[in-house]
């Protein structure tokens, strides 16, 4: 009972999983026309894929190695270890698949030149001239490290949210007589 490296393990296996489906899903969407990192970051499909394996590693460790039990502490440091190993090893595959294929980052910087360009005008005023130019840019000298570096970053925005949410839905305390 009360065992991290389990938790750590199980983590790791469902972060694992969650990162090669997330990869997969990523070249599905890439080979059907949509180029995954055009996604808003709102409907990115990493909430419900890190929800569910969060879920399911948390439950896992509550109810086979903790006697039904979760504190909010333990449910942090699972999810930490799910969203670690999807967000790292996902960057890896994504790294790998970047440079695999080499249409990957030239269509990722003309959709969002494209995107870009199409801004309104208050658009541009609010986030400020100079900038809405520096980022259009330096948009052709976008490479693999910068896309797995944001990845990893957005994995982890993305992962703590979820985290947070379902600790406290899972967490169960024993009970105090």
Not at 18 to 24: E, M, P, Q, R, T
């Amino acid at each position: 009972m009360n065992n991290p490296s389990v938790l750590m393990r199980i983590g790791a296996r469902y972060g694992a999983i969650a990162a090669v489906l997330s990869i997969s899903l990523m070249i599905v969407m890439f080979y059907l026309g949509r180029h995954p990192l055009m996604v808003a970051p709102f409907v990115d499909f990493r909430i419900l894929l890190y929800g569910i394996f969060i879920f399911f590693a948390l439950k896992e460790y509550r109810e086979y190695h903790q006697e039904g039990i979760l504190y909010f502490w333990q449910g942090m440091v699972g999810s930490f270890f799910v969203v670690l190993t999807a967000a790292v090893l996902g960057s890896l595959l994504l790294y790998a698949f970047g440079n695999l294929e080499m249409n990957f980052i030239p269509s990722y910087v003309s959709a969002m030149t494209e995107y870009l360009k199409g801004f309104p005008e208050e658009d541009i005023e609010r986030i400020g001239e100079e900038s809405y130019q520096r980022n259009l840019e330096s948009l052709p000298a976008t490479n693999m490290g910068q896309i797995a570096l944001m990845y990893i970053v957005q994995s982890f925005a993305i992962g703590l949210f979820v985290s947070i949410i379902l600790s406290v839905i899972l967490r169960k305390q024993p009970k105090t007589d």
